[in-house]
């Protein structure tokens, strides 16, 4: 039901846009977030946003580099990645969250998409 595209392998400074795209359901009035998992430690935080998309939550490590947004029209939440490093290599998943408000952990989500992989070479 939650559909993540965009990965691929980049550079280091290179952008990305990552898109989840929600299906079975309106998702529109679910909070919305994106975690990651590097082999070998375990799923984080990334970011999140409200259901109304007016409140968004970031990572220290990707604050300032990382835009979370919703087009709740279109049922699908991205993830702007700019000026991208080795560190933000990862698979990303997109998680929602019934309850509408947000959450930084990822026992707090509901569904969860399938991941996407994210390479960043130095």
């Known amino acids: 039901q939650l559909q993540a595209s965009g990965g691929g392998l980049v550079q280091a400074g290179d952008s990305l846009r990552l898109s989840c795209a929600a299906s079975g359901r309106t998702f529109s009035s679910y909070a919305m977030g994106w975690f990651r998992q590097s082999p070998g430690k375990e799923r984080e935080f990334v970011t999140a946003i409200s259901w109304s998309g007016d409140r968004t939550y970031y990572a220290d490590s990707v604050k300032g580099r990382f835009t979370i947004s919703r087009d709740n029209a279109k049922n699908t939440v991205y993830l702007q990645m700019n000026s991208l490093k080795p560190e933000d290599t990862a698979v990303y998943y997109c998680?929602?969250?019934?309850?509408?408000?947000?959450?930084?952990?990822?026992?707090?989500?509901?569904?969860w998409g399938q991941g996407t992989l994210v390479t960043v070479s130095s």
């Open positions: 998680a929602a969250r019934i309850s509408g408000g947000s959450s930084f952990i990822a026992g707090g989500y509901d569904y």
